[in-house]
């Protein structure tokens, strides 16, 4: 299985956050939610969920 990366250095905020989770997508999308609610101010929600779904990309393995 892929690991998944959310990365908030890529989605400029105000808090210049530079937080990064990786794990298994919907781990990642549970912390990144989290995360947004309680740092963001943002609202959990399915919507926001799709949203972060979206922004995840795969992890590089180094080889």
């Known amino acids: 299985m ?3 990366i959310a990365d908030c250095r890529k989605h400029p905020s105000v808090s210049h956050c ?3 989770i990786s794990g298994e997508e919907e781990e990642v999308v549970r912390a990144a939610a989290e995360h947004a609610v309680s740092v963001h101010e943002h ?3 399915p919507e926001l ?4 779904r979206t922004m995840l990309e795969d992890e590089q393995v180094d080889a």
């Not at 969920?49 to 972060?52: D, P």
């Open 2 to 4: 892929t690991r998944k």
């Open 43 to 45: 609202t959990d929600g």
């Open 49 to 52: 969920r799709e949203q972060i």
């Open 18 to 20: 530079s937080l990064t």
